[in-house]
């Protein structure tokens, strides 16, 4: 059995040498990875202000936005309702206008019923005044 | 690794089963064989004279298989690139230790005779895969630092 020993031996030098290497290696890996876990967590609060910032300033700019649109169809719904209302008088306008023009025509027209129908009641007037006559008197003197 | 994210999380443990299970095995031998309590025969007759190596054999044993279920409980755990990288180059030492110390056992078991060969060919089995299982891992890890550093 005593030839054995120098067979382990080796066999465990060569096991503790690659062990201290890949332990060495672990170590580098450990190390890093608690120098990031560290200066995540350092930087952790920055990125969250950073994060928070960059929303308030696009939420700003947003906001600039919509009020600039906001402002923009404010002045074209103003200059629509002026012309709209232009329109509207204008249209009035010449619907007083033909308006008046049809009473004026319409007060016309009755003027001239008004005269038909006196014309009308005179002859009638002298009509019954000559039956009248020829009735009581016959043939005047 | 990216076979784990297919596994539920109570399972992600066990997704290098072998690795587990030797692991165990080699915590179950070597705590006796630290302690003192217990220890294999074909060893204890191969380092007639030399307890005290068979107490480091012992010890060896142990970290390395603490060493590997440490890394394999960190390997299943959600966490960063670099906590990974650290976690599987931990598995890559409690490997080579447990390589180490399963190829010395596997040595004292085939030198008994022919009736140790097949007990001394699985544990020697057992040795190439954890000796070939921490390459396989210490390749990718070297070629994960190489792209990192790039």
């Known amino acids: 059995m005593s030839n054995l020993l120098p067979i382990i031996m080796s066999v465990l030098g060569g096991g503790t040498v690659t062990g201290t290497v890949t332990a060495g290696r672990w170590l580098m890996d450990e190390r890093a990875r608690r120098h990031a876990e560290k200066s995540a967590t350092v930087r952790a609060p920055l990125i969250q202000r950073s994060l928070e910032l960059r929303v308030a300033a696009q939420a700003d700019e947003i906001l600039q936005e919509t009020i600039t649109t906001l402002r923009q169809n404010y002045a074209e719904l103003k200059a629509e309702f002026t012309q709209y209302r232009k329109d509207v008088e204008a249209q009035r306008q010449r619907d007083l206008k033909d308006h008046q023009r049809q009473r004026t025509l319409d007060h016309e027209e009755m003027d001239r019923l008004h005269q038909e129908i006196t014309d009308a009641n005179a002859t009638i007037t002298q009509l019954r005044f000559a039956l009248q006559s020829s009735q009581t008197g016959g043939p005047g003197p | ?150």
């Open chain 2, 1 to 150: 690794m990216k076979h784990l994210a297919a596994l539920p999380r109570s399972l992600r443990f066990f997704a290098e089963p072998f690795e587990i299970w030797i692991a165990l095995a080699c915590v179950l031998t070597g705590i006796p064989a630290t302690i003192g309590t217990t220890r294999p025969q074909s060893l204890a007759r191969a380092l007639h004279g030399y307890s005290w190596l068979l107490h480091a054999w012992g010890v060896l044993l142990c970290l390395g298989a603490v060493a590997t279920l440490v890394a394999r409980w960190r390997i299943g755990r959600p966490q960063t690139e670099l906590g990974d990288r650290s976690a599987r180059a931990l598995e890559v030492v409690g490997l080579v230790m447990l390589a180490t110390t399963t190829t010395v056992y596997a040595v004292a078991i085939v030198a008994v005779g022919a009736p140790g060969l097949a007990a001394g060919s699985i544990t020697a089995s057992a040795a190439a895969a954890c000796a070939m299982r921490a390459w396989i891992v210490s390749r990718e890890l070297a070629r994960e630092r190489l792209a990192a550093d790039v």
